[in-house]
């Protein structure tokens, strides 16, 4: 069974910077494209960024290019983002989840809260 | 950037009654279209994939249909247990990309 777990979450200044972390089981990780969707508070999901299986692709939403880094140890079966220079509008549940599309299988989830 | 208009935002329905919301793609999507169910303190579910097949698991009476750029979903019979938010979400570009969600409650 796929089990994916967040941590990292927080409250953080503007301007600060957090890394969350996915541990991935019940799959084979080092082939599986893994994504960060993050659910906006009062508004929706939005996806955030992707990385290829061997690491060596990622992909980013416009709103967090040059900001967040995507990235992954493959022996630890464990995605990571890191993120700087956040934003207030950077507030919400973070959400792993397990590609390709469709997306069957999500974390539970980790919040983040930007705010002074 | 392929935006998804979904329709209503909020829906108020009683048990029992048929439930439709709908998802218009920016472009031509093909049939890569998803439905999912969030509640409070839950992971998203998938429910409906590819536009119109139910997810293992998924209770029959929720359906999805369409194709291009129109889409939509049923739920046939909403029950107490459907109250949720709904989102469609495309993938046959980059960003992906979801609807504003369409929040149902029962009357």
């Known amino acids: 069974e796929v089990h994916l777990v967040e941590s990292g979450g927080g409250l953080v200044q503007p301007g600060g910077s957090l890394r969350l972390s996915c541990a991935a089981s019940?799959?084979?990780?080092?082939?599986?494209?893994m994504h960060w969707v993050r659910q906006d508070p009062g508004k929706g999901l939005v996806w955030v960024s992707r990385?290829?299986?061997?690491?060596?692709?990622?992909t980013y939403a416009d709103s967090v290019k040059g900001r967040f880094s995507i990235s992954r140890d493959n022996a630890k079966n464990t995605v990571y983002l890191q993120m700087n220079s956040l934003r207030v509008e950077d507030t919400a549940m973070y959400y792993c989840?397990?590609?390709?599309?469709?997306?069957?299988?999500w974390g539970q989830g980790t919040p983040v809260t930007v705010s002074t | 950037d392929t935006q998804m208009t979904q329709s209503p935002s909020s829906l108020s329905a009683s048990v029992g009654d048929r439930v439709t919301i709908t998802c218009q793609a920016s472009q031509d999507i093909k049939k890569f279209l998803n439905w999912f169910q969030l509640k409070p303190g839950k992971a998203p579910k998938l429910l409906i994939y590819d536009k119109s097949n139910l997810e293992t698991g998924v209770p029959s009476r929720f359906s999805g249909s369409g194709s291009g750029t129109h889409f939509t979903f049923i739920i046939s019979s909403l029950q107490p247990e459907d109250v949720a938010t709904y989102y469609c979400q495309q993938y046959d570009t980059l960003p992906i990309t979801f609807g504003q969600g369409t929040r149902l409650e029962i009357k």
């Open positions: 989840v397990k590609g390709p599309n469709p997306f069957r299988n």
């Open positions: 019940g799959f084979n990780f080092s082939t599986s494209w």
């Open positions: 990385i290829k299986g061997d690491g060596t692709m990622t």
